[in-house]
């Protein structure tokens, strides 16, 4: 099974709506990514989460870290097609160890958004 | 500017034969990573590295090899023991304390498919 999951796996809104994209977790993560991937190109940094309660944003895109350090959501506001592509979550689940600075992935949400 | 460059963009390997996909990094990184991504899977970590002359498998290392011989490069070795090789293969590099930044730096990926 998936350490972690991501919902939904695709989504398709029209443009001006409001989307959230949720990643949980089956341990309590140590350090939350999210990135965003064009199809067929390399993975782009969003926003690191590492403290439980965090919330950081930027431009239209809000991400959160529940205080448990399970669930992490992305937000996005007015979506725009600028927007459209696939959205991961990436967790470290310790800093130490022979797993440091590796990082597991969600399964991806393919967001499309019409105009 | 720094990055991570790979190539070739895209491979095709006929069966039975092995092939090197190339990943290089200018941003100082000590981590190199290669993940596979195929649809509706995410990415799988194929392999790591913390530091030169030294790395571990990840999660689906069989069928797989490199090398690190020099910091800047990590190449990954498709041998022909990988028995479904067909997929989207991407670098990452990041400092090892990537927890406190910005997490991976990816490369723009590899298309391999089998003919």
């Known amino acids: 099974s998936q350490e972690l999951e991501q919902s939904p796996q695709s989504l398709i809104v029209q443009e001006g709506k409001n989307l959230t994209i949720n990643c949980t977790s089956s341990k309590t993560l140590y350090g939350l990514y999210w990135y965003k991937q064009k199809y067929g190109e390399g993975l782009i940094f969003l926003m690191m989460?590492?403290?439980?309660?965090e919330e950081k944003s930027h431009e239209k895109i809000t991400a959160k870290l529940d205080e448990k350090k399970q669930q992490s959501s992305l937000h996005i506001t007015a979506s725009q097609p600028s927007h459209a592509g696939i959205y991961l979550c990436?967790?470290?689940?310790?800093?130490?160890?022979?797993?440091?600075?590796?990082?597991?992935f969600g399964q991806g949400t393919i967001l499309t958004v019409h105009p | 500017d720094g990055g991570i460059t790979q190539s070739p963009k895209y491979l095709f390997r006929k069966e039975g034969q092995n092939v090197t996909l190339s990943c290089e990094q200018n941003?100082?990184?000590?981590?190199m990573y290669w993940y596979r991504q195929d649809p509706g899977q995410g990415l799988r970590l194929i392999y790591y590295s913390q530091i030169v002359n030294d790395f571990q498998k990840g999660d689906i290392a069989e069928g797989y090899s490199v090398s690190r011989e020099k910091k800047e490069s990590f190449p990954l070795t498709v041998t022909s023991a990988q028995k479904n090789p067909t997929a989207f293969y991407l670098c990452?590099?990041?400092?090892?304390?990537?927890?406190?930044?910005?997490?991976?730096?990816f490369g723009s990926g590899t298309r391999l498919t089998v003919v």
């Open positions: 989460l590492q403290k439980g309660g």
């Open positions: 990436g967790a470290a689940f310790n800093a130490g160890g022979t797993s440091y600075g590796k990082l597991t």
């Open positions: 941003l100082n990184h000590d981590a």
């Open positions: 990452a590099s990041s400092i090892r304390r990537s927890f406190n930044g910005g997490g991976y730096t």
